[in-house]
């Protein structure tokens, strides 16, 4: 027999509220009542995973724990803000914990989640069956996008090239970004690979070389890498962009350039000059028709003279 027993009403049974025990015979005068009201306890939400970061794509698996076994339906996981279950798991019987698992991660998914449960019931007072919201827990969602990569250099280079000596640049870019976001740029060579690190304080960071030479050619590939708590985030590596290490092109040289512009300035000039002297001349030696005359008569009168 039991006596002062003391319940705080959270108790599922009887039995696991205090009391005393009694070795004597009880009468019914001393006998004592419960009245249920239909309150339910919180559930209680883990996360299976220690981190609480994720890159999109990835799953979360979150845990949900009845207080004690009822006669559970289903679990539900909410997240705060948002009306509607995201995941609902049905219960088998005497089930008290499921594993609710949010697949596919996408940025809308970031933000704080709970759970529920909903049992069989039959109180007047509780019609619907569900528990209060367990525990909140917050998980962030990162978007790792691939960067973009390019590269300047002197104007007189050609396209893939950079004159031997000269300076080059190399621009890594991306969106979105996160604290603690750096950028690595690979160069890939025949002889081994070859990586330069600088921390993204912008969305585009900038690689400069400032004296190029034949261990600067290659593949230069760009990735973005985020650094969370004890996770590390890698985007996928961009596009390969050789570059090749070059003398000065001979054709290309803007001293060569200058030479056959001069030279060509001072042909057009010379033929230019001849043409119109030859059009000079030749007006200057044809004589007018008075002076064919001229000469003729000049020409008869002094043969004339001559032969007398």
Request: proline share 6%.
């Amino acid at each position: 027999m039991w006596r002062n027993v003391k319940c705080s009403g959270d108790e599922f049974a009887l039995d696991l509220c205090e009391r005393t025990l009694n070795e004597d015979v009880c009468t019914h005068s001393e006998d004592a009542g419960v009245e249920c009201t239909g309150k339910l306890l919180a559930p209680t939400l883990s996360i299976q995973s220690r981190f609480y970061t994720y890159s999109a794509g990835e799953a979360v698996q979150f845990k949900c724990t009845a207080p004690y076994w009822q006669s559970v339906i289903d679990f539900h996981l909410y997240k705060r803000g948002v009306d509607t279950p995201l995941v609902t798991q049905r219960a088998d019987p005497r089930q008290m914990t499921v594993d609710l698992t949010l697949s596919d991660l996408e940025i809308s998914h970031q933000g704080s989640y709970s759970c529920l449960y909903r049992i069989h019931t039959k109180l007047g007072n509780s019609p619907s069956g569900f528990s209060p919201h367990s525990n909140f827990i917050n998980i962030t969602v990162l978007e790792i996008h691939t960067p973009q990569i390019w590269y300047n250099t002197s104007p007189e280079a050609r396209p893939g090239w950079v004159i031997r000596g000269h300076s080059f640049n190399v621009t890594c870019s991306t969106q979105p970004q996160y604290p603690g976001g750096s950028f690595q740029l690979r160069l890939i060579r025949p002889n081994g690979t070859v990586r330069h690190s600088l921390p993204a304080l912008a969305p585009s960071v900038t690689f400069t070389f400032s004296n190029a030479q034949s261990s600067n050619e290659g593949y230069y590939c760009c990735l973005y890498k985020v650094q969370t708590g004890e996770r590390t985030f890698i985007s996928r590596e961009s596009q390969p962009l050789p570059i090749s290490i070059r003398e000065v092109d001979p054709v290309m040289s803007p001293v060569v350039i200058s030479l056959l512009v001069s030279g060509l300035t001072f042909v057009v000039a010379t033929c230019a000059i001849l043409i119109v002297a030859k059009v000079y001349c030749k007006r200057v030696s044809k004589p007018t028709e008075l002076e064919r005359e001229s000469r003729t008569c000049v020409d008869n009168t002094y043969i004339a003279l001559t032969i007398k």
